[in-house]
């Protein structure tokens, strides 16, 4: 019979093993990986003259503009009656979302809020939803308020 000893197995292999040279600018992360910190390198002529007039005349044009695009949800569109029933109906379930009714002709929509991204619409679409649930939400001008 052969014995078994409760020790267990032990070599060394660190003869065998590559070593790893580590540069002065390379850190070692915790993952494993290898990341080098290179200089800050200051930019030379980032902005010239050129791209500044481009700029500038984009700026003109966005403070010319009383709309920014955005997001909107659409309650209802069909008829007159059933618009304002619809738009009355809202303002009774979820008073603290602003609605309005728009005339294109020739269909009224009950249009609720008003959002700068998709996301922000988001939350308040699922609390119409709940209610509504013919509500999507469409792309919409925002009217932006100018300071005179």
Do not use: C, H
Not at 10 to 36: C, F, H, N, Q, Y
Not at 41 to 65: G, Q
Not at 82 to 101: C, D, F, G, M
């Amino acid at each position: 019979m052969a014995s078994t000893s409760s020790a267990g197995y032990s070599e060394d292999l660190s003869a065998l093993r590559p070593a790893i040279e580590v540069k002065k600018d390379t850190v070692i992360a915790k993952s494993g990986e290898e990341k080098t910190n290179k200089a800050y390198i200051e930019p030379k002529v980032a902005i010239t003259p050129a791209l500044d007039a481009v700029l500038d005349s984009i700026d003109a044009i966005n403070l010319s503009r009383n709309y920014v695009e955005g997001f909107t949800i659409q309650v209802y569109s069909g008829r007159r009656e059933e618009a304002l029933n619809t738009r009355k109906q809202l303002t009774s379930l979820l008073p603290e979302i602003e609605s309005e009714v728009q005339f294109t002709e020739p269909i009224f929509r009950v249009k609720a809020g008003r959002y700068f991204s998709w996301i922000e619409a988001q939350r308040d679409f699922t609390l119409i939803k709940k209610y509504f649930p013919s509500a999507i939400i469409i792309p919409d001008r925002i009217v932006v308020a100018q300071e005179d």
